[in-house]
């Protein structure tokens, strides 16, 4: 069974530092695909960046990076220059195929926390 | 473009009530999802549906019931209701084919049982 860990419940950056959201994932299946998404206090999922299995090089999408490890089953999401606006819940998904078709998993979320 | 409908926004049930959550997309995808959110928490898989004409179980499908009516919709019901249900119900669609098509998720419905 695929699985999703994020390990830290909460995290603090300085306003204009850059941070580092872990995520760990457990498959069985040589195809699949990494998701973040963020959720700000109003509640809405916004989609933040997207990482192939068979992708060669890390994803980047502006300010957010995926720090991609495959051997270590790792996709960690990165983000330059902290914003106030950045404050948010991020999670990590995955996507297998399996039987049914294509399912999606997420991990139990980070609390970012932005400081001024 | 409306994306990802979701009716109510809110609701209030009793224990025992049932009721059905409509989702509706309006971008032609393939799959949908039925997503629980309980506080501080992440998004815990109830059903999902592949494609029009197939549902099959998450990781909590207990105390739910699906139907993908077409390819646009895909309602969750619960038939009765416990306070344990009390949580925030996400529906989400992606394309399904390909595999770097994010999911698009609704607004969300807080439901509450009493």
């Known amino acids: 069974a695929q699985k999703i860990t994020q390990t830290q419940p909460g995290m603090f950056v300085q306003e204009k530092e850059a941070v580092t959201l872990d995520c760990t994932y457990d498959t069985s299946d040589p195809s699949y695909g990494l998701f973040w998404y963020k959720q700000p206090s109003s509640g809405e999922m916004i989609f933040l960046i997207y990482q192939g299995s068979y992708d060669q090089q890390n994803a980047t999408e502006g300010r957010y990076s995926l720090n991609f490890q495959k051997a270590r089953k790792s996709a960690n999401l990165v983000i330059s220059a902290s914003q106030l606006g950045d404050s948010a819940m991020y999670f990590c998904a995955m996507r297998v195929l399996n039987n049914a078709g294509n399912m999606l998993t997420f991990g139990g979320g980070t609390r970012l926390m932005v400081k001024p | 473009n409306a994306g990802v409908t979701q009716t109510p926004k809110f609701q209030v049930l009793k224990t025992g009530q049932s009721m059905t959550l409509q989702c509706a997309q309006d971008?032609?995808?393939?799959?949908m999802y039925w997503y629980r959110q309980d506080p501080g928490m992440g998004l815990r898989l109830i059903y999902y549906?592949?494609?029009?004409?197939?549902?099959d179980k998450g990781e909590v499908p207990n105390g739910y019931n699906v139907s993908r009516l077409n390819k646009r919709e895909f309602s969750l019901r619960l038939e009765s209701a416990a306070p344990s249900q009390t949580s925030v119900y996400f529906c989400?669609?992606?394309?399904?084919?390909?595999?770097?098509?994010?999911?698009?998720f609704g607004q969300g419905t807080r439901l509450t049982v009493v």
């Open positions: 971008m032609n995808h393939n799959s």
């Open positions: 549906s592949a494609s029009e004409g197939t549902t």
């Open positions: 989400a669609s992606r394309e399904g084919q390909g595999r770097n098509t994010e999911a698009f």
